[in-house]
């Protein structure tokens, strides 16, 4: 079973984003999504190498985010790909079965073309603004999620899909209500003074441990 929470990476160089996913992994997470946008492919390298060993030393899952080659020579868990990026059967010819392959959708459309294609999760989102990514599908709220859940609930599709987008801790039990499996965030975590608290609130609200 795939964890319900995964943290995306922040930082705009190495020491910060390193620097991150350690306090994340630190305070409890154990799905680290490493996301650095636009950067060389040594320091791409460099970063991904520290983070799979990091990754290793608290047996979480680390997922690259967009490039297929990095997970591939990295040998990282598997690979996540935004709707313009490699296509999922593409990705699948090379990392092979064994590997995770996440996908963003926005649709449900989107969504069953991925599961058509080998997908192993969704992405689905975004929820709400978020200043994290720079072109920003459709906006869907809390009715977008629950009506495509229910179309994947009558088409019977049956894949996790991971809420995404400017989501806080209030959000969680209303997101859960609609039949996500779980959540993917990236300032709530990097931006907290309390990590370890927070993730164990995310953590207890996510697995239907209602906090008040």
Not at 22 to 41: E, P, S, V, Y
Not at 71 to 81: M, R
């Amino acid at each position: 079973m795939y964890s319900k929470l995964q943290y995306i990476s922040q930082g705009e160089t190495i020491e910060n984003q390193l620097y991150n996913i350690h306090k994340a992994l630190d305070a409890g997470c154990n799905w680290i999504q490493m996301r650095f946008k636009n950067q060389t492919q040594k320091d791409a390298f460099t970063l991904a190498e520290a983070v799979k060993f990091l990754c290793e030393k608290y047996t979480a899952n680390f997922i690259v985010n967009d490039d297929l080659h990095l997970t591939k020579e990295i040998d990282a868990c598997g690979v996540h790909l935004g709707l313009t990026d490699t296509k999922i059967d593409e990705a699948r010819a090379i990392l092979g079965a064994a590997k995770i392959i996440g996908g963003t959708a926005n649709t449900f459309e989107d969504i069953e073309n991925h599961v058509k294609n080998g997908c192993d999760y969704i992405g689905l989102g975004p929820f709400r603004f978020t200043a994290t990514k720079e072109k920003l599908s459709p906006i869907l709220g809390l009715s977008g999620y629950f009506d495509i859940l229910q179309k994947l609930k009558k088409n019977k599709i049956d894949i996790p899909v991971y809420a995404i987008g400017g989501i806080t801790l209030r959000d969680v039990n209303p997101l859960m209500e609609t039949g996500i499996h779980g959540i993917a965030v990236s300032g709530i975590i990097t931006e907290s003074d309390e990590k370890e608290k927070l993730i164990q609130q995310l953590n207890e609200k996510l697995h239907g441990n209602i906090i008040v």
